[in-house]
């Protein structure tokens, strides 16, 4: 009988592509576009050249249609941009192909080794007459692989047929120029901004709305909002500044100019509220322990914690100092969405992330709400304090992400409810850096997941709709809600996980949100942070919370990871 040991998935090669030359292809038709735009003159050299280089790097001729086609200046810097594009969104396919690769041949070896402990198992129970025979078992085993074999190379054969469909489309659309179902699909994933859109002139469908409702994709906000003039986009912050000024897909020093205006009036609000509670309280006759006087003393402290919370965001976002910020933060802040009702929402950045070459969003966890603003915003001055000082000459942006419900309490924790009705703002909040970041290349994006924030960024990567991001992080996390790195849309090596030995959060993997993500079988990296410290606030002590306390480990290593810079586990 075949031994269990002998049998093979036997998966065909994988493609033969560098997804880094690709994409340092697509950065040099950015350049060269970019170029172009200020030297008109060279355009025709230049692109011959670039064409050139991209026919060895892809095995594609493209020098004819530069030379018949190109030598205009419009129909330049449409193919350049849409040259570019196009190659990273080729680039992303393989990706996409290999990451699923690697998950069929982790589950048919999850599925061998499962088999072989089995039998082993069988093996080492002995009975009257001594072992058991496996024989039986075996059989079995080995009829049930052959069976998933069969299952997983088709599978595999599905996945391999979609990415040669996406090759000849990819050939197709640089000998040919902008095709309708490519350019949704750039749009879709975020490669090419409103801005760049523009350039293609007649190749865009007709994209663009009349009207925005607000449930537009980012990148069709962002064309819609870079299609007008100057004192269009004045006139529309004038008359829809409740739409704008948390729409994904608005530039950000848009959001920040109409958001820092709702932040005064919220102010202005909230203080007008207090003193009639106030006036209210201090009118009322009554012991101090009467309903109403309870009543209004519990107002005057929910109003008084309100008004705090804003003053110190105001400060905050007009650049006052932190404690151990660098001065060059100063003045460099960004308030991209504010609501006050209820659990509310709260956005804000350390730095421009459209202007950006590293992006970080941090995403809190259990009991978060408008009111952890500035506590959030301290950690996010910390991770960029650290990118700072991994790579001072990078521009890093790090954004405190208050943007879902989150659950109140850990038995609410306990449920995936918060983290699925997450997926769409997360998700869309990704999309929308995506569509207004204005360099040539994309920005390196990384999302950070604390505790349940953690849970939110993995059911995110992992649904249909996908999360837009470079790099993955988990710290303190109960679960990503899957049991393994490769399912969060990237390759496993950027995902990267951390929980600190004080900190008791891991008594709950396994049993809420999936296996603990710093396992090994889960099959990410995973990272020191520093011990924590011992005991505190039950039920997970208070290193549950210190994972961004400036100069930890913790700190230290996102940093890197923000910065581009992440050699390893």
Same mark, same amino acid.
Do not use: C
């Given at each position: 009988?075949?031994?269990?040991a002998?049998?093979h998935?036997?998966l065909?090669?994988?493609?033969?592509?560098?997804?880094?030359?690709?994409?340092s292809g697509?950065?040099d038709?950015?350049?060269?576009?970019?170029?172009?735009?200020?030297?008109?003159?060279?355009?025709?050299?230049q692109?011959?050249?670039a064409?050139?280089?991209f026919?060895?790097?892809?095995?594609?001729?493209?020098?004819?249609?530069?030379?018949?086609?190109?030598m205009a200046?419009?129909?330049?810097?449409?193919?350049?941009?849409?040259?570019?594009?196009?190659?990273r969104?080729w /680039?992303?396919?393989?990706?996409?192909?290999?990451?699923?690769?690697?998950?069929?041949?982790?589950?048919?070896?999850?599925a061998?080794?499962? /088999?072989?402990? +089995?039998?082993?198992?069988?093996?080492?129970?002995?009975?009257?007459? &001594?072992?058991?025979?496996?024989?039986?078992?075996? +059989?079995?085993?080995?009829?049930?692989?052959?069976?998933?074999?069969?299952?997983l190379?088709?599978?595999h !054969?599905?996945?391999?047929?979609?990415? $040669?469909e996406?090759?000849?489309?990819?050939?197709?659309d640089?000998?040919?120029?902008p095709?309708e179902?490519?350019?949704?699909?750039?749009?879709?994933?975020?490669?090419?901004?409103?801005?760049?859109l523009t350039?293609?002139?007649?190749?865009?469908?007709?994209?663009?709305?009349d009207?925005?409702?607000?449930?537009?994709?980012?990148?069709?906000?962002?064309?819609w909002?870079?299609?007008?003039?100057?004192?269009?986009?004045?006139?529309a $912050?004038?008359?829809h500044?409740?739409?704008?000024?948390?729409?994904?897909?608005?530039?950000?020093?848009?959001?920040?100019e109409?958001?820092?205006?709702?932040?005064d009036?919220?102010?202005?609000?909230?203080?007008?509220?207090?003193?009639?509670v106030?006036?209210?309280?201090?009118?009322?006759?009554?012991?101090?322990?009467?309903?109403p006087?309870l009543?209004?003393?519990?107002?005057?402290?929910?109003?008084t914690?309100?008004?705090?919370?804003?003053r110190?965001?105001?400060?905050?976002?007009?650049?006052k100092?932190?404690? &151990?910020?660098?001065?060059?933060?100063?003045?460099?802040?960004?308030?991209?969405?504010?609501?006050?009702?209820?659990?509310?929402?709260?956005?804000?950045?350390?730095?421009?992330?459209?202007? +950006?070459?590293?992006?970080?969003?941090v995403?809190?966890?259990t009991?978060?709400?408008?009111?952890s603003?500035?506590?959030q915003?301290?950690? /996010?001055?910390?991770?960029?304090?650290? +990118?700072?000082?991994?790579?001072?000459?990078a521009?890093?942006?790090?954004?405190?992400?208050?943007?879902?419900?989150?659950p109140? &309490?850990?038995?609410?924790?306990?449920?995936?409810?918060?983290?699925?009705?997450?997926?769409?703002?997360l998700?869309?909040f990704?999309?929308?850096?995506?569509?207004?970041?204005?360099?040539t290349?994309?920005?390196?994006?990384?999302v950070?997941?604390?505790?349940?924030?953690?849970?939110?960024? &993995?059911?995110?990567?992992?649904?249909?709709?996908?999360?837009?991001?470079?790099?993955?992080?988990?710290?303190?996390?109960?679960?990503s809600?899957?049991?393994?790195?490769?399912?969060?849309?990237?390759?496993?090596?950027?995902?990267?996980?951390s929980?600190?030995e004080?900190?008791?959060?891991?008594?709950?993997?396994?049993?809420?949100?999936?296996?603990?993500?710093?396992?090994?079988?889960?099959?990410?990296n995973?990272?020191?942070?520093?011990?924590? !410290?011992?005991?505190?606030?039950?039920?997970?002590?208070? /290193?549950?919370?210190?994972?961004?306390e400036?100069?930890?480990?913790?700190v230290?290593?996102?940093?890197?990871?923000?910065?581009?810079?992440?050699n390893?586990?």
């Amino acid at each position: 009988m075949t031994a269990i040991a002998d049998l093979h998935l036997g998966l065909p090669s994988d493609i033969e592509a560098e997804i880094g030359d690709i994409e340092s292809g697509a950065d040099d038709l950015d350049q060269l576009r970019q170029t172009m735009l200020g030297d008109a003159e060279t355009t025709d050299t230049q692109f011959r050249t670039a064409s050139g280089e991209f026919t060895d790097l892809i095995a594609w001729n493209i020098v004819t249609a530069s030379s018949t086609e190109l030598m205009a200046w419009e129909e330049a810097t449409r193919a350049l941009t849409y040259g570019s594009g196009t190659l990273r969104l080729w /680039a992303s396919d393989i990706g996409t192909y290999r990451a699923e690769r690697a998950s069929i041949q982790r589950r048919w070896d999850e599925a061998k080794a499962d /088999a072989e402990s +089995a039998v082993s198992n069988i093996s080492s129970k002995p009975n009257m007459h &001594g072992s058991l025979s496996s024989a039986p078992v075996k +059989a079995e085993k080995i009829e049930e692989l052959e069976t998933l074999r069969t299952e997983l190379l088709s599978e595999h !054969s599905g996945r391999w047929e979609t990415l $040669m469909e996406q090759a000849d489309q990819t050939k197709k659309d640089l000998r040919d120029g902008p095709g309708e179902a490519t350019l949704e699909r750039l749009v879709e994933a975020g490669l090419l901004t409103g801005a760049q859109l523009t350039y293609l002139g007649d190749a865009v469908p007709s994209m663009v709305p009349d009207e925005l409702t607000g449930d537009e994709p980012p990148a069709v906000v962002n064309l819609w909002w870079t299609s007008m003039t100057e004192e269009e986009q004045q006139e529309a $912050m004038e008359d829809h500044p409740e739409l704008l000024r948390d729409l994904d897909g608005i530039p950000a020093t848009v959001r920040d100019e109409l958001n820092r205006e709702h932040l005064d009036n919220e102010i202005e609000r909230l203080e007008e509220e207090l003193e009639e509670v106030r006036e209210e309280h201090r009118g009322n006759p009554g012991p101090g322990n009467s309903f109403p006087r309870l009543e209004t003393s519990e107002a005057i402290s929910e109003l008084t914690q309100g008004v705090s919370t804003l003053r110190g965001l105001r400060n905050n976002v007009e650049g006052k100092e932190l404690e &151990g910020e660098p001065e060059a933060h100063h003045e460099h802040r960004f308030l991209l969405s504010l609501d006050t009702e209820n659990l509310g929402r709260a956005i804000v950045a350390h730095g421009n992330p459209d202007t +950006a070459d590293n992006v970080g969003t941090v995403v809190p966890g259990t009991n978060a709400d408008w009111r952890s603003v500035n506590g959030q915003f301290e950690y /996010a001055g910390a991770i960029a304090e650290s +990118a700072y000082d991994v790579d001072r000459d990078a521009n890093h942006s790090v954004i405190a992400w208050i943007g879902y419900d989150a659950p109140q &309490g850990f038995k609410a924790a306990a449920e995936r409810e918060h983290a699925e009705n997450a997926v769409d703002e997360l998700g869309a909040f990704q999309d929308g850096l995506r569509a207004t970041h204005q360099s040539t290349s994309p920005s390196h994006n990384t999302v950070i997941g604390h505790s349940y924030g953690s849970t939110v960024v &993995g059911h995110t990567a992992w649904s249909e709709r996908g999360l837009a991001a470079d790099e993955i992080v988990l710290v303190g996390s109960p679960g990503s809600g899957t049991t393994h790195a490769d399912h969060l849309g990237l390759p496993a090596e950027n995902v990267h996980t951390s929980t600190a030995e004080n900190d008791k959060i891991s008594w709950t993997t396994g049993f809420t949100h999936g296996p603990d993500p710093t396992a090994g079988e889960f099959g990410a990296n995973t990272f020191g942070s520093s011990p924590g !410290s011992k005991g505190g606030k039950l039920p997970f002590g208070d /290193a549950h919370s210190e994972y961004f306390e400036s100069d930890s480990d913790s700190v230290e290593r996102i940093g890197e990871i923000l910065a581009g810079q992440a050699n390893g586990g």
